[in-house]
């Protein structure tokens, strides 16, 4: 673990994101994709340091008001937003030989589809940092499950990790974006508790897992878009 992280208590929010900033700023920056979760670390991150770093991957398949959450929290923040795109040949190749909608058809294609549109992104935009900060909660999903607030990303070289969420419920982000009046996705009050592309996104009905609705014609184990591999998944 990084020098000094022994005495921090993982559970408070802003002595994470402190030691964080304090150890690796500006070699650090918070992955948005504008989620709950993301939109309030947001907020505190800034509270923090008005020029802390945030970065977001343009897949060129998010919802509209994916685009809209991003804009006005561009500036309610007065902070700018690193934007990552794909590769533009192979998003042309990819839907020139199979269409669309080929992350339909199987894992493969949409694993395939992620790893143009998200990961290869998501690898450049961390090519030059040595920590990142993400959204991510236990909760979640059962690729979660083993989540620490403090991580070696073994997927980007060994980077560290913070996921200050990690022990968060559902609720406790909530009420966190409602005191303090955070902006956020329109499509939370319409049954999207978790938003990705919009072509792999739907609502959920009451009692379903939170991330029930990506990917829903996948079974649960297969639900990671490769942004968030850790240890034994693929
Ligand atoms: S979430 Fe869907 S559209 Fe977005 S990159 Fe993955 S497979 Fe492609």
């Excluded at 008001?65 to 990552?84: H, L, N, V």
């Excluded at 794909?86 to 058809?105: D, I």
Aim: hydrophobic fraction near 40%; include cysteine.
């Amino acid at each position: 673990m990084p020098p000094g992280w022994d005495a921090v208590d993982p559970a408070d929010l802003q002595a994470v994101l402190q030691f964080a900033l304090d150890t690796f700023d500006p070699n650090i920056a918070l992955a948005s994709s504008f989620g709950l979760e993301d939109v309030a670390l947001i907020h505190a991150l800034i509270g923090l340091n008005p020029d802390a770093r945030i970065f977001a991957l343009d897949t060129g398949r998010l919802p509209e008001d994916t685009y809209e959450c991003a804009e006005r929290i561009q500036e309610r923040y007065e902070t700018k937003i690193e934007w990552y795109f794909p590769n533009t040949t192979a998003v042309e190749e990819l839907e020139r030989t199979k269409g669309l909608y080929s992350f339909r058809a199987s894992v493969e294609n949409r694993v395939e589809c992620c790893g143009i549109r998200k990961v290869e992104p998501l690898n450049r935009a961390l090519a030059d940092k040595a920590a990142w900060i993400t959204g991510q909660r236990r909760e979640q999903s059962v690729t979660r499950f083993g989540l620490n607030v403090l991580e070696s990303d073994a997927a980007h070289a060994g980077i560290w990790k913070f996921n200050p969420l990690a022990d968060w419920t559902l609720d406790q982000v909530w009420a966190y974006v409602r005191a303090h009046d955070v902006p956020y996705n329109r499509l939370h009050d319409q049954g999207y508790p978790s938003i990705g592309c919009a072509p792999c996104t739907r609502a959920i009905a009451p009692g379903e897992d939170e991330r029930a609705g990506r990917w829903w014609w996948e079974t649960p184990e297969h639900k990671e878009c490769g942004l968030h591999n850790r240890k034994g998944q693929s």
